[in-house]
């Protein structure tokens, strides 16, 4: 049995068996995580069950027939059934080691530009084998309004942003903060001036959950689809960018990992980018 939790503890459930893992690369998953990929573990119905917090759960149809579950407090991507049976889990929720590893990359066609896959794991470039199901196409984003900014929004589109500075620096973030908050294996967020980031539509539809006790830390989401989006931090005079919100290939690759002694168990990264046991220096 392994316990999850968004990163409020509002929504908690328990995994009775965990039956395996994949790492999906599409273009919905990264935007709903706000992350370079989702790693999602499959559950079979019988063996899920809510234990709290069930009245905290938003929905959002992200393609016919496929929701996006949220926590309506924090913003966690959270469990939700299958089309074909059974519970998708993300696998950022588990509180403990399930016991499995991820054993495929699927939807690798559609990988982040700045991420790289650097495992030996297998893949696909859309859905397995035996999966007969359409691969959607989102929309292309609007003409940025200011020339060479990047664009970026949530999986829904009533947030859209653009990034007028490049990035001061890009990380890969293990702590057990971000891996709640984004419910995936690592956040990988770029930074620019406050200045840097200008929101085109829907900056009334991000929500800010701040973390009780920390200094710092706060997770910004979409009120509508829960999906990761840009904040500010005015205190610090930065703004910080979910990566997998972007639109655009920014042209520049992640410099470091850090908080990688609270990396999550299931999860090897095996790319040559520094490292470091918790902040950067």
Known sequence: ?????????TVRFVADEVRDMAHCHCSMCRKHHGAPFA??????????????GEEAIRHCESSPGFRR????????????????????????LFA????????VHIFRAHRAPWHTIA??????????PRRDRPVIERPPPADPVESGALRGSCLCGAIAYEVTEPFMRVHNCHCSRCRRARAAAHTTNGFTSVDGLRFVRGEDLAVTWRLPG????????????????????????????PMGSLDDDPGRRVDRHIFVGSRAPWYDFEDDLPTFEEAAP
């Open 39 to 52: 790693t999602m573990a499959r559950v079979a119905a019988e063996a899920f069950r809510w234990t709290a």
């Open 96 to 103: 403990a080691d399930p016991g499995v590893r991820p054993v």
């Open 1 to 9: 049995m392994t316990e999850g939790t968004c990163l409020c503890g």
């Open 119 to 128: 495992d030996e794991l297998p893949g696909f470039d859309a859905w397995p």
């Open 214 to 241: 920390a200094r710092f830390f706060a997770h910004a989401f979409c009120r509508v689809c829960g999906s990761g989006v840009p904040r500010r931090d005015p205190d610090r005079g930065i703004a910080l960018i």
């Open 69 to 92: 579950s949220f926590c309506g407090v924090c913003g966690s991507s959270l469990p939700d059934r299958s089309p074909s049976g059974g519970w998708f889990v993300p696998a950022g």
